[in-house]
């Protein structure tokens, strides 16, 4: 498919003076007709819009494909985001288990340290000097004892 000037125009978005300087310089490729005017190849016309599509922001075409077979840029974020939250959970619960058990031992070694502080303080009860004891002196003799 060819297009004419006036059509190359309309279908790049670009005023014909601007493709005319750009056959003129060599960047469009066109042929010249018998009449005078120019046939320029829609092939061609895209490469060079594609080129210089820049100078015109309004012409710039974004096509997205039916199927995209790529994860979008935003999914893969999220996706990283995903995995590194998962693995910051199972460190998490590592440590939790790790701190868990520190617990319990922490708690065995109280209650070890509880039982023998029982038994020393049995054994140091047990070792206090016992006062002599006298026999029960009776009325008559406290009176004169």
Do not use: C
């Not at 279908?11 to 066109?30: D, E, M, Q, V, W």
């Not at 018998?34 to 092939?43: E, F, K």
């Not at 012409?59 to 910051?88: C, D, F, M, W």
Request: glycine fraction near 6%.
């Amino acid at each position: 498919m060819s297009y004419t000037l006036g059509e190359a125009a309309k279908a790049a978005g670009f005023s014909k003076p601007t493709l005319s300087r750009a056959i003129k310089n060599g960047k469009l490729s066109a042929k010249r007709l018998d009449d005078g005017s120019y046939s320029i190849d829609a092939a061609e016309l895209d490469r060079w819009k594609d080129a210089n599509g820049h100078r015109n922001s309004a012409v710039k075409k974004i096509t997205t494909p039916n199927e995209t077979h790529e994860i979008p840029l935003g999914t893969s974020v999220l996706q990283a985001e995903v995995e590194k939250l998962r693995a910051q959970v199972q460190a998490d619960q590592r440590e939790r288990g790790f701190l868990e058990q520190r617990i319990e031992d922490l708690r065995e070694r109280a209650e070890r340290a509880e039982r023998k502080e029982d038994q020393l303080h049995a054994l140091l009860v047990d070792l206090r000097p016992q006062a002599p004891s006298e026999p029960r002196k009776g009325f008559w003799g406290r009176l004169f004892g």
